[in-house]
Nanobody
Framework: QVRLIESGGGSVQTGASLTLSCQVSGRTLSQFSMGWFRQAPGKEREFVAVSARIQGISLYATPVKGRYTITRDNDKNTVTLQMNSLKPDDTAVYYC????????????????WGQGTVVTVFS
């Protein structure tokens, strides 16, 4: 059974940084593309970033490009999302997902999800 557990959320001021982590168990990380999505209150879940199974390939949503960095450690079965220069619009529940598909940005392509971690950015 594949399990994903996110951690690292919190409440921060505008301009601050947070680091989210996703620990994967049950299968090796190298079998998956790993994505981060977020869902703000009253909105659809949206793509944030994805790290492909092939090391070094990452994609980012336009609103976070240049501020967020996704990294993966296949040995530790962990994916990290470093978030800098946070804005109130970044406030959301952040979800980690695992996909067998080729670094997809579509949430329905992800077979496994974590429970989410809350990020709140206040001005």
């Amino acid at each position: 059974q594949v399990r994903l557990i996110e951690s690292g959320g919190g409440s921060v001021q505008t301009g601050a940084s947070l680091t989210l982590s996703c620990q994967v168990s049950g299968r090796t990380l190298s079998q998956f593309s790993m994505g981060w999505f977020r869902q703000a209150p009253g909105k659809e879940r949206e793509f944030v970033a994805v790290s492909a199974r092939i090391q070094g390939i990452s994609l980012y949503a336009t609103p976070v490009k240049g501020r967020y960095t996704i990294t993966r450690d296949n040995d530790k079965n962990t994916v990290t999302l470093q978030m800098n220069s946070l804005k109130p619009d970044d406030t959301a529940v952040y979800y980690c997902g695992a996909s067998s598909n080729y670094h997809t940005t579509t949430s329905t392509d992800y077979e496994f999800w974590g429970q989410g971690t809350v990020v709140t950015v206040f001005s």
